[in-house]
């Protein structure tokens, strides 16, 4: 018998930031895997599950858990915040599903943290952009620095994921000293924290006060392109659709 | 009196792919503004609502439109399809609503093509990545060709936003030919079409057969990096997590 392993995408941190689509496989599922903070988030409105929690590293074993739950029958979901396309759990879980044929594994996006951070702060991403995680522990950094130069020298708009831990405080400043030898210190910047969690926070500030900023594992960090600018406190890339006036 | 305007995206195309936070905006709105695609798509859903339906061009118009619905204290939304901050309505509105200052605007994220393709298609997305729109409507193709060049250049995975249209029919070849000055023919590459809709479509091939690929302006692209894989027929970046066996 057959079982599904639905990769769900939460969004960025309250209920109300999933998908139809998703809470119906929550709906669905007789088991529910995840990190707890995510598996707390959901709990409440998912009652009759078996909860399955896993540490947030780990990520191998949690995927091996998630697909053994559906071998056999089972319908499950594996949650992972913002959408599991992104830095998320979908890839690992395809790769592992090899080794289980009898389980489909369907992944349900989400809405990632550039979309949930952009709404917060304005419309910073309205053009081109690249998506960087500054977190070396899977990447050599002198791969991320080669990104971050070349997304600046293209004038993208640059979003910034992990921009620290607590094993890495300095990256953030690293990663703005690496930006600021391609684009000016005035340059339009914007820090979204704890995106739709309680103590949700957001700051509009220049390049060169962003190498100084306080980050933590909670934000998420935009570099705005050179038409960029701040309108009422707002973040707003234009698209070029003045140029109709 | 003053107004809420949302600017609402409302994911890839099916109703179910819109967040719990969109349908509240919506549900609390007396005034719906959008294309008529995207209102026929949310109307069967949200009845007693004033609808008000504009052309696909024609994006200053429609921003005022909304604002002046609610100006004098109304509850307006505007739709967009996926996400309203990528290549969306909400850095015009921004921009716009400037002169409305007696209107609150609110912009409610959406799942933007690039991870609702991305859900298709596998998990292209799991790394590093870059989001370049082919249209030169509003852009010098010049500026497109660099940041093709550059997110190459950089061994991002690149995902290609409106492909070709009825006046652009072209420009994916021309983008895959400035791919390959960079990337080797054979490097994967996806297609996803009509997301979330009927007639939804994916399917994976190399760079070079991407070139002679028929795509309409319903298809987002996927160029993956030098790790990612096909996998059982789907699309996959590694994030590196291997490194942990």
Redesign the interface.
Known sequence: MSGILYVV?I??GS???????A??ALEKSDVIVGYKTYNALVEPYFEGKRYIETPMTG??ERCRLALEEARGGGTVSLICSG??????M??????T??SYPDVEVR??????AA??G??LL????????????LSDR??PWD?IE??LQ??A????VIVLYNPSSKGRKDHLRRAVKILGTVLPGDRICGIAGRIGREGESSSILTLDELAGAGTDMFCTVFVGNSETVE??G?M??????????
Chains 1, 2 share one sequence.
């Open positions: 995408g969004g960025p209920m109300d930031g999933m998908t139809l689509k809470r119906e990520e191998e959408d599991p396309g992104v830095y998320g979908a890839g690992l879980v395809l790769e599903a090899r992944v349900i996006s989400g809405v990632s979309m949930s952009a709404a304005g419309a910073p991403l309205v053009h081109d952009f690249a998506v960087i995680s899977l990447t791969k080669k990104r070349l997304a020298q293209a004038d993208m309108i009422g707002k707003v890339t234009p698209r070029g659709y003045r140029s109709e006036r």
